[in-house]
């Protein structure tokens, strides 16, 4: 069964500081992946999706990077800003079942 | 990408009762979800929602607890029954665009319920 954990749980970092959030899979067999922000008490936000012929997607100052040998996820934040505080969640489209797993989130909090 | 609408944002409910959650999408989507995310947890999925069909339901939940819905390609229901305090979650409807190995995932603003 595919399990998907996120490393650190929860971050404090002071504005400016370049940051990166993981996420590793369980079983490796996995076609996209999906990273997602959350805002406390609302839905998600889909920030960027890596397909699975690609290994890494831009966007503006997130870069997000898979490497499926290893089954590990890493999303890259640059010069971080208090607007960026939330939760941010990955999320593995699993071959087999071809549904999205979750991982157990970070909670990043900016501080100004 | 997909808009989607999900009403009620948040509702306060006694137990025993029930409520019907609503799930507009802004265009037809093929493969539309329902997930609940429980406080302090992260997301997981309680059925597909099948257009015309019986929805497929995860380990775990059971049409009794949850009926789902699905008229048409752009709207969904999601009913919890008989709540208790233990369903006092954040529901979301989602939907994946494009394929089953290529799309990707949208979710409305979620449903928040609490149960007293």
């Known amino acids: 069964k595919q399990e998907v954990t996120q490393i650190p749980a929860a971050l404090s970092v002071p504005e400016g500081e370049n940051l990166v959030l993981n996420c590793s899979f369980t079983?490796?067999?996995?076609?996209?992946l999906q990273w997602f922000r959350q805002d406390p008490g609302k839905g998600l936000t889909s920030l960027l999706l890596?397909?699975?012929?690609?290994r890494e997607q831009t966007s503006g100052r997130l870069n997000a990077s898979l490497d499926k040998s290893s089954g590990r996820s890493t999303l890259y934040i640059a010069a971080s800003q208090p607007g960026d505080s939330a939760t941010y969640l990955c999320?593995?489209?699993?071959?087999?079942?071809?549904?999205?797993?979750f991982g157990t989130g970070t909670r990043l909090k900016v501080l100004a | 990408s997909a808009v989607i609408s999900q009403k009620p944002s948040r509702d306060i409910c006694q137990r025993g009762t029930s409520l019907t959650i609503q799930c507009q999408v802004d265009?037809?989507?093929?493969?539309m979800f329902w997930y609940r995310q429980q406080p302090g947890q992260s997301l997981t999925l309680i059925a597909t929602?099948?257009?015309?069909?019986?929805?497929?339901?995860e380990s775990g939940f059971v049409i009794d607890k949850f009926p789902i819905s699905r008229p048409n390609l752009t709207f969904s229901t999601l009913t919890v029954s008989n709540m208790s305090p233990e369903d006092s979650s954040i529901y979301l409807c989602?939907?994946?665009?494009?394929?089953?190995?290529?799309?990707?995932?949208?979710f409305g603003e979620g449903s928040r319920l609490t149960v007293l």
């Open positions: 890596i397909q699975s012929s690609q």
């Open positions: 999320a593995g489209l699993t071959s087999g079942t071809y549904k999205y797993i």
């Open positions: 989602s939907v994946q665009t494009g394929t089953t190995n290529t799309g990707e995932l949208f």
């Open positions: 929602a099948n257009q015309g069909s019986e929805a497929t339901y």
């Open positions: 265009s037809q989507v093929t493969m």
């Open positions: 079983d490796s067999a996995i076609y996209n």
